[in-house]
């Protein structure tokens, strides 16, 4: 009886030990993240509510670096601007402490800056990449510093069962509940782990979400390119994103075709398809080219009978890639 109790009185003693560690730790970084945050989100309604500021992405960032030095953190443990903008844009939305001719105010200010975001997005992918690989070693530190401090609590709580069997200035120590006490101990803190972060994932804005969709444009504009490296096509990145297009290739010496990548997964609406053939299309006469090609992941049908259908077609991976095989035949 008296081994259970040391063995239990030892398990206590490493799960304190370990819930201590861990706030210090990394509860505590992951707290003064979240507070920053809202520090953040707060200054910037004060003054676009009661100021009538006249709000810009350099503002955020610079706001965002500002408060990251003031909490001893890195700007890209913060929110990244259209985080911090989406969330603006949904507490003047859902308040009624404001009138709605000041609401109406305030979200047409909003909305044009995050159009413009969403327009130029893919000139900061290496951004948003270099966010989410930041985020993942984040992680992994969290996860390593996690392991230490669960180790050393539970060899730690182990220990203290060996405290009774101190007898004449000498240690006796039993490995068995020694043993038995730091694997239980280490068992215990691993299952709350799992619910600390099980919880924290339901409260949290995951960072890489963003990231992770611009990942996946990214590895699909390469797929294709690939596509067309692979019958000896030389492909040719456009210079500039004002282009309208993503690269291009030549069939033959003067048939030049451009390519947009798009990773649309479902249909997107009428108005948005409309816009972007009318700029590849656009782009097409611009350049005196063959033709122009919207390339998407997998067939969905939408885009049949589509305007300016005889310049741009729209194609899944798998056309596309016949497309290629019988030189635009």
Known sequence: MEGYLQTGVGIFVSIILFLLGYRQTVGAKKERIRTANKEVEKILIRRIVNENFQLSIMDIKRLLEGKARDFKLKAEDLFFEEQILNSIYTRILETDLITQEQRNNILSKLLPIIEDMEKNIKNEESIF???SNYSRSRTKIHSYISLIIALVASISGGLFTTIPFLRNDSVKIDLNIFIMTSIISLLAISFIVILKNFKESQQD??????????ENVINFEREVAKVISKQNYIVFPSSNRKENYDFSF?????DKVLIEVKSWKKPPSAA????TVTRLSEAVITEGARGGIIVIPEYISFYKGKPNENIVKIMSLNEFKQFIKGNGA
Do not use: D
């Open 129 to 131: 990449i270099n966010i």
């Open 205 to 214: 804005i995951p960072l890489s979400n963003k990231s992770q969709v611009i």
């Open 250 to 254: 030549n069939i033959n010496t003067n």
């Open 272 to 275: 948005f398809i409309e816009r």
